[in-house]
């Protein structure tokens, strides 16, 4: 059984931040790849090394005006077979200026590798959509 | 740690197939989607319903010369911070002939929905690339 989940319902299930994908259109065509994230004021803030493929990538994909990213969460139990998928589209835009780093540092997103991971990127959703899969 | 995977390496750690996330640029800007998997003869292959958005997105992208789409598959073990993702990027089509309906179907394509989802989709790899994260 497939059930489409209203807006409240998947920033509900996303609320915890954790594992999601960032997707967009990179240099060899649509790029996913997955960062630790947080929701913070109703946008998704994730970190990333300045001058890695993903900054380059999103730096001159940001550039143009009113550039679309994706973002995908999801949490699944394979033995049951159950499940549930948000996908968040949006812009996406750096966080540059001191006033908005400040603040969306508080949201304390994490990363895994070790290094400076110093940049910091958000997405602002224009649609949020979800699934969840019942047995 | 970060460390790039060669592609042999991310093959063999997406054989056994499972969950993994097709994206691809669709009537709302990027989307990502989890479907269920199985690598068969280096491709991607996967269900989806006809007539579905999935379907209608990616049937209006393929009818394209060279439509590419990008496929990612992870595995995390969040306690450990360790784990790793493929990102596979490539060429998306229908497949529509008996024959190679017949042969990917031997794949043993699940799907977890009820429901028909008798489309079978299949992503031709161009580009395989993939990374570690260790503590």
């Known amino acids: 059984m497939l059930e489409e989940l209203d807006e409240a319902e998947c920033l509900r299930l996303i609320a915890p931040g954790g594992i999601g ?5 990179g240099r060899y065509g649509p ?21 890695s493929a993903t900054d380059e990538d999103l730096r001159t994909g940001i550039a143009h005006a ?7 969460i999801d949490d699944f139990d394979t033995a049951a077979r159950e499940g549930w998928s948000v996908l968040v589209q ?18 304390g997103v ?8 110093e940049l910091f990127l958000r997405i602002v959703p224009s649609r949020v959509t979800g699934r969840r899969v019942r047995r």
Request: hydrophobic share 40%; net charge negative; glycine share 4%.
């Open 21 to 25: 994908r960032i997707a967009y259109s």
């Open 31 to 51: 790029t996913v790849f997955p960062v630790n994230y947080r929701l913070f004021e109703q946008t998704i803030v994730f970190r990333t090394a300045q001058d």
């Open 66 to 72: 009113e550039y679309k990213v994706a973002f995908e």
């Open 90 to 107: 949006g812009s996406a835009h750096h966080v540059d200026s001191e006033a908005e780093r400040a603040a969306v540092a508080t949201a």
């Open 110 to 117: 994490d990363t895994w590798p070790d290094g400076d991971r």
